[in-house]
Structure formats: C-alpha cells, structure tokens
T-cell receptor
Framework: DVKVTQSSRYLVKRTGEKVFLECVQD?????MFWYRQDPGLGLRLIYF???????EKGDIPEGYSVSREKKERFSLILESASTNQTSMYLC?????????FGPGTRLTVL | GQNIDQPTEMTATEGAIVQINCTYQ??????LFWYQQHAGEAPTFLSY????GLEEKGRFSSFLSRSKGYSYLLLKELQMKDSASYLC???????????FGAGTRLAVHP
C-alpha cells in the first residue's frame, strides 16, 4: 500500500511566522505535489517536484516556497504566514497516472 | 486551457442510485479521474477512464464520452458511508499533474 504522511493534522500559527509543512512518501515516487483546498474552490496546485531538488510552480505559488532534498520528502514553506493562507493543505505523490494523497494539514493563521 | 464543471451539491436516499456529472473542456485529452473525499480526509482514487463507455467496479461505475466532453459517476445501492465529495480531474501538462473540479458534495439520507 502506498503511504503518504504529513507532519501535522492540525496547526495554528500567528501572522508573520515561518511555517513548515512536511510530506513523506514511502514508494519511491518521482513526482510530489502540494495543494491547498478551500470551500467552493476545490484543490489548487501550489508547487510540484519531479525529482530531487527540482521544483515547478503550480497555479498559486505566491507566498509559498518548497524544498525537496530527498526523494521521499517534500516540504512546503510559508515564509511569512498570513490569514489568507488559512486552509487545508494536501500533499500527493505519483509514480505515473493517479496521485496518492496524504491525510492533509488544516492550518489556521491567526 | 482546461475547465471542469460539476454540480456543487446533491442529495439521495439510502439504497437508491445517483449519477454525478462532470463536463470538461480540454485541448488534449489524456483520460479522466474520479476521486472520493470524505469530510476532513484525503481524496482517494476511484476510477480512471480513457476510452468511451462505461466501466463498472462494484457499486460504482464511471462513464466517459470524449466527443461530448462528459463523464459521470454512477453510485448504486447507496449507503450512508457514500456521503462524501466526489472530484473529477483531468491530467494537465506533464509530470502527472492534475487539474481538479470543485467537487460535488453528496449527502445520503435514510
């Protein structure tokens, strides 16, 4: 079974804090993705990575950065959290075709 | 560009049949995915259609018409546990990226 894990299920941060969200997959997948999910807007792609140290912007990269130093680990960084970044963050990995999702991190920025 | 439309909400009765529609526009078709997402949980893969017609998988079936830009998910013998959001998704560019519809929230009542 493919397993994708995320570092926290719930997180509360203050405006201006630096936030790290971590995602780990155990199936040696090349491709990893970070999405945010908001009511009525569906899943929107923030960044993705197709190999170690390789990253590409998705549809809404502003205010975010990513890091992929090891194949199994893909981190999402909010350099200075803002209230409009309150959302559900979902990580996914994919060998080919379908994507496998982690359980999500519900981030609240106060 | 690509665009996906799904109804926002549907309700159905336990034991009944429900059809969830998805219409799409895309410049190059490479298949269509359906995912199920229970509230507060990660999306999980349901089906992938690349050829026209109906594919049956237990109580769930998925239909595709490429010429009409149309797909539907058919859920039979509805159970309370089928209450969830159903997401339609298209491959978008390389690296197994997906673009998701906003999802259809299905409520099954006794």
């Amino acid at each position: 079974d493919v397993k994708v894990t995320q570092s926290s299920r719930y997180l509360v941060k203050r405006t201006g804090e630096k936030v790290f969200l971590e995602c780990v997959q155990d199936m040696d997948h090349e491709n990893m993705f970070w999405y945010r999910q908001d009511p009525g807007l569906g899943l929107r792609l923030i960044y993705f990575s197709y190999d170690v140290k390789m990253k590409e912007k998705g549809d809404i990269p502003e205010g975010y950065s990513v890091s992929r130093e090891k194949k199994e680990r893909f981190s999402l960084i909010l350099e200075s959290a803002s209230t409009n970044q309150t959302s559900m963050y979902l990580c996914a990995s994919s060998p080919r075709g379908t994507q496998y999702f982690g359980p999500g991190t519900r981030l609240t920025v106060l | 560009g690509q665009n996906i439309d799904q109804p926002t909400e549907m309700t159905a009765t336990e034991g009944a049949i429900v059809q969830i529609n998805c219409t799409y526009q895309t410049s190059g078709f490479n298949g269509l995915f359906w995912y199920q997402q229970h509230a507060g949980e990660a999306p999980t893969f349901l089906s992938y259609n690349v050829l026209d017609g109906l594919e049956e998988k237990g109580r769930f079936s998925s239909f595709l018409s490429r010429s009409k830009g149309y797909s539907y998910l058919l859920l039979k013998e509805l159970q309370m546990k089928d209450s969830a959001s159903y997401l339609c998704a298209l491959p978008s560019g390389g690296y197994n990226k997906l673009i998701f519809g906003a999802g259809t929230r299905l409520a099954v009542h006794p």
